[in-house]
């Protein structure tokens, strides 16, 4: 079994914490020039990232700005919102002040062209509704640290959820969609943004400092150190189990080689709703 690398970054500065983590990984390394980059955070809302529901736009910013230093030019956020106007959601994040800043484009995926894909090798979803721009793209799912009612957590993989419509399709079978998707879409990197989290659920509007940054290249460790510093065993969640028995990536914590912040010094236990103990019903 191969060991990922996962890099914890702890620090009063956002921006600065995701450049540093990116450089630890060397994430440029995984993309090539020219090569257009789809940036896809969380705005299931239009709520403010301080309430641990979205995307901090300073997770997004050093994405951005490390990107742009490395000299990629391509480059987009987009977001297809659940439940707001994802324009607003930009706006109230602050995502449109760093695409002016850095001259790249805002896209809502809710208004996107969408492409019918097959999904090879499906389990549960066999065709699925894309935003043409993330299947054009190499995608970097910037998810918030957050529990989720049904599939226990919502991290990098979860995120890609986003990019499809209806929404609705996901959904039956929830945690086997999301590797599905994942399979198609292949995420080529994960930058998490701890620095407020979410607990309860998804939506709760319930949040946790945590002030840390967490990235990689393969998203599946990176989910599952997310999940531990939030204080759920990764093996405990349904979807990170079987996207590495499907050879996505890495959930095993002995097989995940963390640097540096250690995971036991930043961890918080997260609340949860008592719904995502029974989220058996949507496996």
């Known amino acids: 079994m191969k060991v990922s690398e996962v890099v914890i970054v ?8 995701t450049s540093e983590a990116l450089e630890v990984i060397k994430a ?3 993309f090539k020039p020219g090569e257009k980059i789809l940036v896809k955070p969380n705005y299931i809302d239009s ?28 480059i987009a956020v987009g977001e297809g919102s659940g439940f707001a106007d994802t324009m607003e959601a930009f706006r109230v994040a602050g995502i449109d002040r760093v695409a002016e800043k850095y001259g790249v484009d805002m896209v809502d995926l809710n208004r996107d062209e969408y492409i019918e894909a097959d999904v090879p090798g499906g389990k549960a979803l066999k065709k699925v509704r894309i935003a043409k721009t993330a299947i054009e793209s190499a995608i970097v799912s910037v998810p918030k640290l957050k529990v989720h009612r049904l599939a226990v ?13 209806p929404k609705g399709v996901m959904h039956g079978r929830l945690n086997t969609k999301i590797v599905d998707l994942a399979m198609l879409l292949r995420p080529r990197l994960a930058v998490v943004d701890g620095i407020i989290g979410g607990e309860v659920h998804e939506t709760a ?38 996207a590495e028995a499907r050879g996505l ?35």
Do not use: W
Not at 264 to 276: A, C, D, H, M, Q
């Open 47 to 74: 709520s403010h990232p301080s309430l641990g529901v979205t995307t901090d736009a300073r997770i997004v910013e050093g994405v951005v700005r490390y990107f742009k230093v490395m000299g990629f030019n391509r």
């Open 10 to 17: 702890k620090s009063d500065d956002p921006v600065e914490a």
């Open 205 to 242: 509007h319930q949040p946790v400092e945590v002030g840390v940054v967490i990235a990689g290249l393969d998203p599946v460790a990176v989910d599952s150190v997310a999940s531990m510093v939030m204080g759920i065993d990764p093996m405990d969640v349904p979807h990170l189990r079987e």
């Open 249 to 283: 990536g890495v959930c095993d914590p002995r097989n995940i080689r963390v640097v540096g912040e250690k995971i036991e010094e930043v961890s918080i236990k997260f609340r949860r709703s008592y719904l995502s103990f029974i989220s058996f019903l949507e496996r």
């Open 153 to 165: 957590v919502t991290l990098s993989l979860k995120n890609l959820m986003g990019v499809v419509s």
């Open 28 to 30: 440029s390394e995984a």
